[in-house]
């Protein structure tokens, strides 16, 4: 099993910066793709950036492309999310995923493991 144990959410004003960070433990072998997603209440979990945990290909969502980094510190089994350029429409809940079983990196079913999640507020 994998506990994925997220931080750094808080409240910002549009143009500000926040990094969240997913901190792994358990059964790290077995992660492959490590995952934010993003979810607004009432409205379907979205997936905003993803990382393959031992090779460090990244993708994201067109919708924060040049503005969200994921990295990730192997050493710390840690993910982080530097978020830049921050606007009202990132206001979301942030859950980090980890184990992708099958489908695409943003795929919600694919993922055996997710975090309690933390709260991202952008105010204009």
């Known amino acids: 099993q994998v506990q994925l144990v997220e931080s750094g959410g808080g409240s910002v004003q549009a143009g500000g910066s926040l990094r969240l960070s997913c901190a792994a433990s358990g059964n790290i072998r077995s992660m492959n793709w490590v995952t934010w997603f993003r979810q607004v209440s009432g409205k379907e979990r979205q997936g905003v950036a993803g990382?393959?945990?031992?090779?460090?290909?990244?993708d994201y969502a067109d919708s924060v492309k040049g503005r969200f980094t994921i990295s990730r510190d192997n050493a710390e089994n840690t993910v982080y999310l530097q978020m830049n350029s921050l606007q009202p429409e990132d206001t979301a809940m942030y859950y980090c995923a980890a184990v992708l079983a099958g489908g695409r990196w943003s795929s919600i079913e694919g993922y055996r493991y997710w975090g309690q999640g933390t709260q991202v507020t952008v105010s204009s």
């Open positions: 990382v393959y945990f031992l090779g460090g290909i990244t």
